[in-house]
C-alpha cells in the first residue's frame, strides 16, 4: 500500500463522522457528501501524513466547507423546495443507495426534522458554531479559528443560536403541553381526512389566514368559521404527511419542510382546547422572520 493509499484508509475511517458533521450544518445529503469529498481533495493535495490530530483536522477542512457553502446559499436565498418531493423522514430501508431518499432519511431521523428546520434559520456562522460545540464537542478556540471570530464572540455565536433552538415559549410547559395535544389531534384528523375530528378541535368562530405565498390561484386568503376551515384542512391532507410540529413564536404549530428545508409555517392560536386561528406562511420573507424552535420529545 502506498502512501496516498495509506492517507486514503485514515480518511475512509473518519467519514462517517465528517458526513455527520457536513449533514448537520448543511441539511443535505449531496451537499454533505460535496463538502466531505472537498476535504478528501484538500487532504492529497496537502499530503497531510504528519497531521497529529488528522480527524481535528478533517473537521476544520470541513466546517470551513460548509461555512462557505451556506454564505452562498444565504446570499443567493434558495427558492422554497415543492412540498411534494418525497418526504425525508418516511421510509427507510438497508442495503439502499447511500445517496438515495433513504439514506436521507435515516440522517434526518438522526437529528430530527425540527432540529433541521430550525438550524436552517441560523445565521451560517451561527449554525457552524452551534453544531460543532453542541452536537460535536469542539472548543470554541477551534471554533474561532473556522469563523473567523474570537473565542468569545464564537461563544456568542452558539449562544444566540442556543437560543433560537430552543425557541421563545410564552406560556408555562403545560400550556405547551395542552397546545402540543391540540395541534397533534390537527394532524392527524388532516393525515387522514377525517372531517368529523377536524371540526371538533376547531373552534366554531376560527378563521384562517394565508399570504400569497401560501394560496393557489383563485382561492380565498381568509376563511372563517370551522366548516369552512375543516375543508381546508381536508384540501391540505396530501401534503399533511410532510408536516411536523415545531414552536412557532414561541407557541406549538406546525412546518412544512420537505429535506430539512422550510416552505411553510402554520402558526395557530389555541383558547380553551380549541384552534380559534390558524396562520398559514409560506412568503420566504416572512418565514425568515419567525422565530421557531424545537420541541421536547
Not at 389531534?185 to 394565508?210: K, Q, Y
Not at 390561484?217 to 408536516?243: D, E, I, N, T, Y
Not at 418565514?287 to 421536547?296: A, F, I, K, R, S
Amino acid at each position: 500500500m502506498d502512501e496516498l493509499d495509506g492517507l486514503a484508509a485514515r480518511f475512509e475511517a473518519r467519514r462517517p463522522r465528517l458526513r455527520a458533521v457536513a449533514y448537520r450544518m448543511l441539511g443535505s445529503v449531496s451537499e454533505a457528501d460535496d463538502a466531505v469529498q472537498e476535504a478528501w481533495l484538500h487532504l492529497a493535495r496537502s499530503q497531510a501524513d504528519g497531521v497529529e490530530n488528522l480527524g481535528g483536522w478533517l473537521t476544520t477542512v470541513v466546517a470551513r466547507v460548509c461555512l462557505d457553502m451556506l454564505r452562498t446559499r444565504k446570499s443567493r436565498r434558495e427558492e422554497p423546495l415543492d412540498p411534494q418531493l418525497a418526504d425525508p423522514v418516511a421510509g427507510r430501508a438497508d442495503g439502499t443507495d447511500p445517496d438515495g431518499p433513504e439514506s436521507e432519511a435515516l440522517l434526518a431521523d438522526s437529528v430530527g426534522l425540527a432540529m433541521l428546520v430550525v438550524l436552517d434559520t441560523l445565521a451560517p456562522a451561527e449554525r457552524v458554531a452551534f453544531v460543532l460545540h453542541d452536537m460535536f464537542d469542539l472548543p470554541f478556540g477551534q471554533i474561532a479559528g473556522i469563523t473567523g471570530r474570537s473565542p468569545a464572540a464564537a461563544r456568542q455565536l452558539a449562544s444566540r443560536a442556543r437560543r433560537r433552538v430552543r425557541g421563545t415559549p410564552t406560556v408555562r410547559g403545560a400550556g405547551l403541553g395542552r397546545q402540543r395535544r391540540v395541534v397533534e389531534a390537527f394532524l392527524a384528523a388532516s393525515r387522514s381526512g377525517d372531517f368529523d375530528a377536524l371540526l371538533a378541535v376547531l373552534d366554531p368562530d376560527v378563521e384562517l389566514r394565508a399570504d400569497v405565498a401560501a394560496t393557489p390561484p383563485g382561492m380565498p386568503r381568509r376563511l372563517k368559521g370551522a366548516v369552512a376551515v375543516a375543508r381546508q384542512g381536508l384540501a391540505f391532507s396530501p401534503r399533511a404527511r410532510f408536516a411536523r410540529l415545531a414552536l412557532v413564536d414561541g407557541s406549538v404549530g406546525l412546518v412544512l419542510a420537505p429535506r430539512g428545508r422550510l416552505s411553510l409555517a402554520l402558526s395557530l392560536t389555541i383558547v380553551n382546547g380549541k384552534i380559534t386561528a390558524m396562520d398559514v406562511v409560506a412568503d420566504p420573507e416572512r418565514l425568515g422572520q419567525l422565530t421557531l424552535g424545537v420541541l421536547d420529545a
